[in-house]
């Protein structure tokens, strides 16, 4: 009887090992169809992801796809990610995660969020700063770079959610207050200065100029600064062209790069 029970117990045992959810070591982050990257970048890449996902409980994702348009999810890049999202079963805890998209030929890219923790770290001003650090490397085909930046920029988001200090867009109370600050203390020191200076008085007219009683022992010219006049040529924004979005159960942007 104790031997049919122990084989039950080992039985239940493998059973529980089979179905046990796949550790986050062993879960892919990086998709890759186009070969672009090397398995070292990959392997790189996958790290910062799977550290991501233990510190914070939250998935990250990139997938690099030649075009998006042949996966079978129509002609929204936006679509195409968070279905992507969904048929990989991708997220983590209560399926919190944000994935980037880029799709070459077209030069399409799309982000989405989802899951309570990944919407919090990224809402709708955050992922715009975010794809603001990320996509300039993508403009110039900077592949890895790219990439590399998007997993630690978010990593960064997360961390600070995780303090409860998510990045958000600025407050305009606090700045007002800063802004008095600021003012007070530059009178404060005005203030300081002028009562160091009482023993200065100005000449009513310049009469010891005229009269000759101003008596200079050197003179002599010297070529202090120059002035040079020059006009910024502003490069278009990273985002042009991006736009906000929702569905599929959560939110994000997609646009060119």
Request: glycine share 10%; proline share 0%; net charge negative.
């Given at each position: 009887m104790k031997k049919?029970?122990?084989i039950f117990i080992l039985v239940l045992?493998?059973?529980?090992?089979?179905l046990m959810p796949v550790s986050a070591a062993e879960k892919n982050y990086v998709f890759d169809e186009t070969g672009i990257l090397s398995e070292a970048q990959l392997a790189k890449l996958e790290q910062k992801a799977v550290a991501c996902a233990q510190n914070y409980n939250v998935g990250v994702y990139f997938a690099?796809?030649?075009n998006f348009k042949d996966m079978g999810y129509g002609d929204d890049i936006y679509v195409a990610a968070y279905s992507f999202f969904d048929d990989n079963n991708l997220g983590e805890g209560d399926g919190s995660g944000i994935?980037?998209?880029l799709s070459l030929s077209n030069r399409d890219y799309a982000s989405f969020v989802?899951?309570?923790?990944?919407?919090y770290a990224f809402d709708e001003y955050g992922l715009i700063v975010l794809e603001e650090e990320f996509l300039p490397y993508f403009g110039e085909n900077q592949w890895f770079e790219g990439a590399d930046c998007y997993f630690s920029q978010c990593a960064k988001f997360l961390e600070?959610?995780?303090n409860g200090e998510p990045v958000r867009e600025g407050n305009t109370k606090a700045y007002a207050i800063g802004l008095?600050?600021?003012v007070v203390?530059?009178?404060i020191i005005c203030t300081i200065l002028k009562a160091q200076m009482k023993s200065v008085a100005k000449a009513a007219a310049a009469t010891a100029y005229i009269s000759g009683e101003l008596r200079l022992t050197h003179q002599r010219d010297q070529f202090t600064h120059h002035t040079v006049h020059r006009r910024k040529i502003e490069k278009s924004s990273s985002s042009s062209g991006s736009s906000a979005r929702s569905g599929g159960g959560g939110h994000g942007r997609s646009g060119k790069f």
């Open positions: 049919i029970i122990s045992l493998f059973i529980g090992a089979v690099l796809v030649d994935i980037l998209m989802r899951g309570e923790k990944g919407e600070a959610a995780e008095c600050v600021s203390l530059a009178f």
